[in-house]
């Protein structure tokens, strides 16, 4: 397609069998309602990325956290890097969806500030060029929405000329512009981090106390709307007192604890030496065995056919979604994990002690427990959260207590025996 004719967006949605619908000016409203896919690009596109340097100023001034390499930058420094991205053979700036309204989503990203979250990130490079008034948006709309985004960036990497590919800093992962991941999980390796300001402090408002008046029949669930939902979409929630612990009806099926990773943010994640080595041998397999095979099996789906009514890609897509969530929660472990010091000498049972204990009344059967913390505990391989149970009941203790636990089959006495 590239020995044809320059790449723009309505030759790259029509590569893939999509009829292209627009153009619609950047910035302005526009009517493209529904599910799809969208392309934005330039009139024609200059030779180098027309960055404006003060942007990137003011970009690193509201994000400090923001790092290239691992460094802190200049201006200069980081505007150079994301230049080098810039390919002058393609008018496309970036290749985007929605599942909802193709207008609602490039609304959100043209309403997000450089560096922040919300509306919607994606898309934030954009925001460094001057002259991106004169930008036009391509659509098309259809239910297969990861499929036809994923052929779009894999019709745009083949299309970009040899030439435009060795000039850039990253010749494995080819996108458009403002595009730093492909659908199917691929990164830029740009060198960028921390460049979206923090969850915690994104967007800040002042937030000042108010009582509503609701008029009989308004109350909670009277409307027909979710008690916690009000009308036009706003989520009002008054403050709930916290409980000791929470009730067995608001665990999943299973009774199994929430996964670490929707914990609350504030909460610690213990970990022992072995729990981390554990979880960065996995995530090596994730990402340098399981990830680049998940990646393979769907782009040899995408050649048997339609996408719509391949088996192979829908599994080959839903093994991806798991295996990076899986890959996520192990990364927020990693980063915020506190680990697990050996127990002092003091002879009590500490969060990483193993704990030899008997039932008083079963028998003279001896267990041994490690005591971790709830994002590596297995009890299968013997190793019980600090937040169980047992676990709770046996810390601080010393050898030779007995110690009562409510379990699910009765009170149970347990008798320490040893602590390693």
Do not use: C
């Not at 067995?248 to 609350?264: E, N």
């Amino acid at each position: 397609m590239a020995d044809e004719a320059p790449l723009t967006a309505p030759l790259l949605l029509r590569s893939v069998g999509l009829l292209a619908d627009g153009p619609a000016v950047w910035g302005r409203p526009f009517s493209a309602s529904g599910p799809g896919v969208f392309v934005i690009e330039l009139p024609s596109p200059p030779a180098t990325a027309r960055i404006e340097l003060t942007r990137v100023g003011k970009w690193i001034e509201q994000v400090p956290t923001l790092r290239l390499d691992g460094e802190v930058a200049t201006s200069r420094a980081v505007a150079a890097r994301i230049a080098g991205f810039w390919i002058p053979s393609t008018s496309v700036l970036y290749i985007g969806s929605s599942t909802t309204s193709v207008a609602g989503r490039v609304a959100a990203i043209d309403a997000t500030g450089l560096g922040e979250r919300r509306p919607y990130a994606g898309g934030h490079w954009l925001k460094l060029l001057t002259g991106l008034d004169k930008a036009r948006v391509w659509w098309a709309r259809t239910g297969a929405i990861e499929e036809y985004e994923d052929a779009l960036f894999g019709a745009f990497s083949e299309a970009v000329p040899a030439a435009d590919r060795e000039r850039l800093p990253d010749r494995n992962v080819v996108l458009p512009f403002a595009n730093l991941r492909s659908t199917a999980g691929d990164r830029k390796a740009h060198g960028l981090s921390g460049y979206l300001v923090p969850e915690d402090v994104d967007r800040p408002r002042k937030v000042t106390p108010r009582v509503t008046e609701l008029p009989p029949g308004d109350a909670d669930g009277a409307s027909g709307l979710p008690p916690t939902r009000a009308a036009g979409g706003t989520t009002r929630r008054a403050p709930r007192p916290k409980t000791p612990a929470a009730s067995t009806a608001s665990r999943p099926a299973g009774g199994r604890a929430p996964s670490p990773a929707l914990q609350a943010a504030g909460d610690p994640t213990y970990l022992s030496t072995e729990g981390i080595a554990r979880l960065h041998e996995e995530l090596a397999e994730l990402t340098t065995v399981r990830r680049p095979e998940v990646i393979a099996r769907i782009k040899a789906a995408k050649e048997l056919g339609d996408l719509k009514e391949n088996a192979d890609y829908t599994a080959a897509r839903e093994e991806q979604s798991f295996l990076e969530g899986r890959i996520a929660q192990i990364e927020g472990l990693l980063r915020s994990a506190t680990v697990i010091e050996t127990a002092g000498p003091d002879g009590r049972v500490h969060l990483g002690s193993s704990v030899s204990v008997e039932e008083v009344e079963g028998g003279g059967a001896v267990d041994v427990y490690r005591i971790v913390g709830s994002a590596e505990a297995d009890p299968a391989a013997g190793r019980i959260s600090n937040a169980s149970p047992v676990g709770r009941a046996l810390i601080g203790r010393s050898v030779g207590e007995i110690v009562n636990v409510a379990t699910p089959r009765g009170a149970t006495a347990y008798r320490i025996v040893a602590i390693e």
